[in-house]
T-cell receptor
Framework: GEDVEQSLFLSVREGDSSVINCTYT??????LYWYKQEPGAGLQLLTY?????DMKQDQRLTVLLNKKDKHLSLRIADTQTGDSAIYFC????????????FGAGTRLFVKA | DGGITQSPKYLFRKEGQNVTLSCEQN?????MYWYRQDPGQGLRLIYY???????QKGDIAEGYSVSREKKESFPLTVTSAQKNPTAFYLC???????????????FGPGTRLLVL
């Protein structure tokens, strides 16, 4: 079945890079997403990558996709305290319909 | 300003009571979704609607009901049959168009439901 897995916690120092990892199971996924959730708020779309790409960069964010290993990562350069949040990885499975599968989220702690 | 709004921000339910959560979008999106979020867990799909007057059950539809009478609105009713309704409820929408990221979902700010 479809599944998305992420580690639950990550702690980094301010100014360092953060790398949040995700694995997924559906090899036919078309789009893979990263969302950010701040406390008590909805999910904010950060970026997405189409499955025929292996890298996407957007300012401080770099997404790497290893389709062979079904591994997705989000790198945040120069991490700031405002980056502290929960980051969700999600895949749009190519099984028809509009189902998007979300991971449990990685809570990023940024220490000043 | 285009976006998705959810109301109320906090909602309290008494035992045996039905409550309705509002979700409105002015993005002209065809597809709308309701998710439930519990602490330490990912989002679980309750219901989704691809078009007006049509909706489908998600993974945890029991104890919930929805309607889609207007494109802009997708209210969720939490019925008394839902025995553990305390959670954070998120509404989302997408254009519904396949390809070009058209199935990318955009989220509202959420409603926290608490049982008294």
């Amino acid at each position: 079945g479809e599944d998305v897995e992420q580690s639950l916690f990550l702690s980094v120092r301010e100014g360092d890079s953060s790398v949040i990892n995700c694995t997924y199971t559906d090899s036919s996924s078309t789009y893979l997403y990263w969302y950010k959730q701040e406390p008590g708020a909805g999910l904010q779309l950060l970026t997405y990558i189409f499955s025929n790409m292996d890298m996407k960069q957007d300012q401080r964010l770099t997404v790497l996709l290893n389709k062979k290993d079904k591994h997705l990562s989000l790198r945040i350069a120069d991490t700031q305290t405002g980056d502290s949040a929960i980051y969700f990885c999600a895949e749009k499975a190519n099984t028809g319909g509009f189902k998007t599968i979300f991971g449990a989220g990685t809570r990023l702690f940024v220490k000043a | 300003d285009g976006g998705i709004t959810q109301s109320p921000k906090y909602l309290f339910r008494k035992e045996g009571q039905n409550v309705t959560l509002s979700c409105e979008q002015n993005l002209n999106h065809d597809a709308m979704y309701w998710y439930r979020q519990d602490p330490g867990q990912g989002l679980r799909l309750i219901y989704y609607s691809q078009i007006v007057n049509d909706f489908q059950k998600g993974d945890i539809a029991e104890g919930y009901s929805v309607s889609r009478e207007k494109k802009e609105s997708f209210p969720l009713t939490v019925t008394s049959a839902q025995k553990n309704p305390t959670a954070f409820y998120l509404c989302a929408s997408s254009t519904g168009l396949a390809g070009a990221g058209g199935e990318t979902q955009y989220f509202g700010p959420g409603t926290r439901l608490l049982v008294l």
